[in-house]
């Protein structure tokens, strides 16, 4: 089969011959039809000492299942969040991570939504959303950030307001659900607009301290970004202001109940016609390179897919 590697930092990535897996017990081998491409394992990829496996989210069908495993089995459609080597033909994915994909939905449906809509739920979850509420959301055009807009505005948020790299992108988000829309270097402007109540911030770095000046008083800001950044504690003090840390992997591997009642959720709004995953473009496997420039440049509006 083919499986996308690299051997040194920054890569280049590049195609390789190896042997299908054998699953392992309470393992899934699926023949993968769609995988997602997300900003932490590109970053991974430009900043870890040293390479690891492209994984992520993945859906096909399960072609072999390993010992001990009793919710699927060989024929039947998942996506799921794998750990090890996903950008392939074929990928082992926990038997835990899996979830079913309705008949309604296709791969690239289920790539797109729930685990970047897992991401967004949790992330939402994390600011203790109270009904009436207004929420920014920065990289709001992103694969993440555009589930997050209309999981907002499904959840009962008063105002949302989308923070984005590029004013081309304004329509796009306006169409989520977004009550208004404002680019970044606009946020770092005193006056920008009214406060909001929490902030979901997928972005990090510089953008962090005007993220949180745009708080009113005890304002929530959760971080679930992998950009880092710096918060003076003064700048908490003021306002009585929170940051919360969001990651998603804790949930998966730690709250089982909790992971799988988000993704119900997840799936009963996509049913409802509630939540739409958008694709930006796909990409053949040899093209996973491309993928990745297109994710570092934050030029997609939407999700960004591979497909073996």
Same mark, same amino acid.
């Given at each position: 089969?083919?499986?996308?590697? #690299? ?33 932490? /394992? ?16 993945? @859906? ?49 449906? @289920?790539?797109?939504? /729930? ?46 307001? $989308? ?11 306006? @169409? ?7 680019? #970044? ?5 005193? $006056? ?5 109540? #929490? ?16 708080? @009113? ?92």
């Amino acid at each position: 089969m083919r499986r996308v590697r #690299y051997e040194s930092t920054g890569g280049p990535l590049f195609l390789e011959e190896v042997p299908v897996p054998v699953p392992g017990p309470g393992e899934l081998l699926v023949h993968t039809e769609a995988i997602g491409v997300t900003l932490p /394992v590109v970053r991974k990829v430009t900043e870890a000492a040293e390479p690891i496996p492209l994984g992520g989210e993945i @859906a096909g069908e399960v072609v072999a299942v390993g010992q001990d495993v009793t919710r699927f089995r060989a024929g039947e459609r998942v996506t799921g969040l794998c750990f090890g080597h996903g950008y392939a033909d074929f990928a082992v994915l926990h038997e835990g991570m899996a979830s079913a994909i309705p008949d309604t939905a296709s791969a690239v449906d @289920a790539v797109a939504l /729930v685990r970047s809509g897992l991401v967004a739920l949790g992330a939402l979850d994390a600011a203790r959303p109270e009904p009436g509420e207004a929420v920014l959301i920065t990289a709001a055009a992103s694969g993440v950030g555009h589930l997050a807009v209309q999981l907002a505005r499904a959840r009962g948020a008063g105002r949302v307001v $989308g923070a984005v790299s590029d004013p081309a992108k304004g329509d796009f988000v306006r @169409a989520l659900g977004a009550d208004e829309v404002i680019t #970044y270097d606009h946020l770092d402007r005193p $006056g920008w607009g009214d406060p909001v109540d #929490y902030v979901l911030d997928a972005a990090g770095g510089e953008l962090l301290t005007p993220a949180l000046a745009a708080l @009113a008083p005890d304002g929530r800001l959760v971080a679930y970004s992998s950009g880092g950044g710096t918060i003076q504690a003064y700048d908490l003090l003021v306002g009585a202001k929170s940051v919360i840390g969001f990651q998603m992997a804790r949930i998966a591997r730690g709250k089982p109940e909790l992971y799988e009642r988000w993704r119900q959720e997840l799936w009963r709004l996509f049913a409802e016609g509630a939540l739409k995953p958008s694709l930006y473009g796909e990409f053949a496997l040899a093209e996973a390179a491309k993928a990745h420039e297109v994710i570092e440049s934050r030029s997609n509006l939407g999700k960004v897919v591979l497909r073996p």
